[in-house]
Nanobody, 124 residues
Framework: QVQLVESGGGLVQAGDSLRLSCADS????????MGWFRQAPGKERTFIAA????????TYADSVKGRFTIARDNAKYTVYLQMNSLRPEDTAVYYC?????????????????WGQGTQVTVSS
């Protein structure tokens, strides 16, 4: 069973950085590809970034490419999202998710487990 808990959200100003963490309580973490999604008020949940199980392959949404970096530490059962140069439009609830499907996917409905989300608010 995978149980994901996000942390690291908060209120920051435009241009600031934040690092989100997502920890898994189980030891199957390295068996799953991991993704980050976000959902702004009144909008659909959208893909941000994903990383493969062990090869370290990554993919990003165009809106965050060059500003956000996804990484994972399988020994700590944790995936990270480093967010730099934050903008007000990055304001959303951020979710991490785990998928057993290969190859790496950007589709939310192909992720099997989800965290509860962490709020990120970027003021202008």
């Amino acid at each position: 069973q995978v149980q994901l808990v996000e942390s690291g959200g908060g209120l920051v100003q435009a241009g600031d950085s934040l690092r989100l963490s997502c920890a898994d309580s189980g030891r199957a973490f390295s068996s799953y590809g991991m993704g980050w999604f976000r959902q702004a008020p009144g909008k659909e949940r959208t893909f941000i970034a994903a990383i493969s199980r062990s090869e370290g392959k990554t993919t990003y949404a165009d809106s965050v490419k060059g500003r956000f970096t996804i990484a994972r530490d399988n020994a700590k059962y944790t995936v990270y999202l480093q967010m730099n140069s934050l903008r007000p439009e990055d304001t959303a609830v951020y979710y991490c998710a785990a998928t057993s499907r290969v190859p790496l996917t950007t589709m939310a409905d192909r992720y099997d487990y989800w965290g509860q989300g962490t709020q990120v608010t970027v003021s202008s």
